[in-house]
């Protein structure tokens, strides 16, 4: 369940005991209390048309035809106050509250931005943005790997631990990942910012770093990431990066023997079949590999 449905579920009273128990234990849950023990010192006059009625009907038995003032704003007020008291709660967590989406292990999500700009998320990583600011504010965070299709507007950036990515209206990669952070730029102009280094790319350029070495190139032939069609692709990569990518698509732990992990790697592997995409990462650097189980693979130098 999405942490949206906890929160309305927990204001109307609707969470079965076992979502309750779930939903206790998040951030979110610790926020509410937090809020709803605030709102205790600052609680609305309570406010009841039955009574409010009853006084009405006994002051004018009491006025018996003598003229009665009615004290209308005092009870206006009392629903006003309860008014804003409730718009501000829902304003603050269906509006303010911070949007996180993440993907687990072979996992994969599109999502839509409230600028209907979309990004597709690769598998164990996630996005975070304010969906109250979206408007004066196109602001993402992003932990892993997501390729963005941005509809034209105002300044939109991505942020990682590596560095900005900056554009008005484009489509590109950003894969942030330990040691390796990667821009490609599909359609547009992208402008990035990461260390000590500022790059503008045009349609079809690459900015990459890779333990703080720059590498930038041109003439980027695909039309889109390859992991989009269910493929992981690579052009001169370190191989500790493609054991970790097999390791994010196919939810396994590869043990690796004997092998330079820093040596330089091209070529891909496909999302669907564990046995081909062991044959395409091992053949061409004459690695030996044994699948022990479903969790566990040994890669090796087959010793030549």
């Given at each position: 369940?999405?942490?949206?449905e906890?929160?309305k579920k927990w204001?109307e009273?609707?969470?079965?005991?076992e979502?309750?128990?779930a939903?206790?234990?998040?951030e979110?849950?610790?926020?509410?209390?937090?809020l709803?023990?605030?709102?205790?010192a600052?609680?609305a006059?309570?406010?009841?048309?039955?009574q409010?009625?009853?006084?009405l009907?006994a002051n004018?038995k009491?006025a018996?035809g003598?003229?009665?003032?009615?004290?209308?704003?005092n009870s206006l007020?009392?629903?006003?106050?309860?008014?804003?008291?409730?718009?501000?709660?829902?304003?603050?967590?269906?509006?303010?509250?911070?949007?996180?989406i993440e993907?687990?292990?072979?996992d994969?999500?599109?999502?839509v931005?409230?600028?209907?700009?979309?990004?597709?998320l690769?598998?164990?990583?996630?996005?975070?943005?304010?969906q109250?600011?979206?408007?004066?504010d196109?602001?993402?965070?992003?932990?892993g790997?997501?390729?963005?299709?941005?509809?034209?507007?105002?300044?939109?950036?991505?942020?990682?631990?590596s560095?900005?990515?900056?554009?008005?209206?484009t489509?590109?990669?950003?894969?942030?990942?330990?040691?390796?952070?990667?821009?490609?730029?599909f359609?547009?102009l992208?402008?990035?910012?990461?260390?000590?280094?500022e790059?503008?790319?045009?349609?079809?350029?690459?900015?990459?770093?890779?333990?703080?070495?720059?590498?930038?190139e041109?003439?980027?032939?695909?039309?889109?990431p390859?992991?989009?069609?269910?493929?992981?692709?690579?052009?001169s990569?370190?191989?500790?990066?493609?054991?970790?990518?097999f390791?994010?698509?196919?939810?396994?732990t590869?043990?690796?023997?004997?092998?330079?992990l820093?040596?330089t790697f091209?070529?891909?592997?496909t999302?669907?079949?564990?046995?081909?995409?062991l044959?395409s990462?091992?053949?061409?650097?004459?690695l030996e590999?044994?699948i022990?189980?479903?969790?566990?693979?040994?890669?090796?130098?087959n010793?030549?």
């Open positions: 369940m999405e942490k949206e906890y929160i204001i009273g609707t969470l079965t005991q979502e309750k128990v939903f206790e234990k998040t979110d849950y610790h926020a509410l209390e937090k709803s023990n605030a709102l205790q600052f609680k006059p309570e406010y009841n048309p039955q409010e009625l009853e006084k009907h004018k009491r018996q003598k003229t009665v003032h009615v004290n209308w704003f007020m009392k629903i006003a106050a309860t008014l804003v008291v409730m718009a501000g709660v829902y304003f603050y967590f269906f509006y303010s509250a911070e949007v996180t993907t687990s292990f072979a994969r999500k599109e999502v931005l409230p600028d209907s700009s979309i990004v597709i690769n598998a164990l990583s996630s996005i975070s943005y304010s109250g600011n979206w408007e004066q196109r602001e993402v965070e992003l932990h790997e997501g390729f963005f299709k941005v509809k034209k507007g105002s300044r939109f950036s991505v942020e990682t631990s560095g900005t990515v900056t554009v008005l209206g489509q590109f990669n950003v894969k942030d990942r330990e040691n390796f952070f990667e821009v490609v730029c359609e547009g992208v402008q990035v910012s990461a260390s000590d280094h790059a503008k790319l045009s349609q079809k350029h690459m900015f990459r770093l890779v333990d703080g070495q720059l590498f930038q041109a003439n980027i032939l695909a039309a889109s390859a992991w989009i069609g269910n493929e992981s692709a690579f052009e990569v370190p191989f500790i990066q493609v054991v970790d990518e390791e994010r698509q196919y939810g396994v590869v043990v690796t023997e004997g092998i330079a820093g040596q091209t070529g891909k592997f999302h669907g079949d564990l046995t081909l995409a044959k990462i091992a053949y061409p650097l004459n590999y044994e022990l189980d479903n969790q566990k693979i040994i890669l090796k130098s010793g030549e």
